[in-house]
């Protein structure tokens, strides 16, 4: 076990709190995660990271131990069952301790190293949203996005370049002003809709998206699809409330 050793002066005087939601990552997990400290090393002036196991059948979680084992700065934190990516993410919320979060998914299909260009927008809002400029995901898939994003943003009113892209960065503090609920893919949704009735600001930036390089998406599976609508009709009706 290593504590945190001396380097240069970094970019951001930013403590940050950063976290990837992995369901059988095993192939991905530790290339993701040495280039988030390399990374963190070179831009903040402090940093944890957060790995959320949830519920992975393969070796995820014990790689996820091991790397916690060798850093002080890195945590596992393990799902019994996997429980979706929603509660993957709010798990990641809950866990993190510094006042900024980041998160992005654990199959590297991000560069981190962007990271920055989040950061030097920092103090222009509460959610700084990474956006793909050029979508490395099939037809399809790029097609239901769209549908998906124009639907969400429609009917939970608030606007957003790219909803579910997995590159964002948070005042932790927002999260106190709200309580999330979803469990899947409604998830980013939700934690906009909410933060932009709380008061909150949201500005975009254009960051690179990657070919998946191992592993496989999840979800297209139709359960995760009626799940998210599910969660959305809900959502619409709690907020209406007033909730």
């Known amino acids: 076990m290593n504590d945190a050793p001396s380097r240069p002066a970094p970019r951001f005087d930013v403590a ?95 560069d981190i190293s962007e990271l920055d260009r989040l950061l030097e927008r920092i103090g222009e809002a509460e959610i700084v949203s990474g956006y793909r400029a050029r979508r490395r995901d099939g037809f399809l898939r790029r097609l239901n996005a769209a549908g998906w994003s ?19 960065l948070y005042r932790r503090e927002i999260f106190g002003r709200f309580e999330l609920k979803s469990t899947g893919a409604l998830i980013d949704a939700e934690v906009l809709a909410r933060a932009v009735r709380c008061g909150c600001r949201i500005v975009t930036v254009p960051v690179t998206h990657l070919p998946r390089r191992a592993g496989k998406q999840t979800g297209a599976k ?15 009706r709690d907020i209406r409330r007033g909730r």
């Open 222 to 236: 139709l359960r995760v699809i009626l799940r998210a609508f599910r969660e959305l009709w809900q959502l619409r």
């Open 16 to 110: 940050l709190s950063v976290f990837f939601p992995c369901y059988n990552e095993q192939e991905n997990v530790e290339r993701v995660t040495r280039r988030a400290m390399e990374a963190l090393n070179r831009l903040v002036r402090q940093w944890e990271i957060i790995l959320v196991d949830d519920g992975s059948a393969d070796e995820t979680g014990r790689i996820a131990d091991r790397l916690a084992a060798e850093d002080i700065r890195i945590r596992a934190v393990h799902h019994e069952r996997n429980g979706g990516y929603g509660r993957a993410l709010r798990t990641g919320f809950a866990a993190a301790r510094l006042p900024y979060v980041f998160y992005t998914d654990g199959d590297g299909q991000f």
């Open 150 to 168: 124009w639907l969400t943003q429609r009917t939970l009113g608030f606007r957003c370049r790219d909803v579910d892209s997995a590159f964002k």
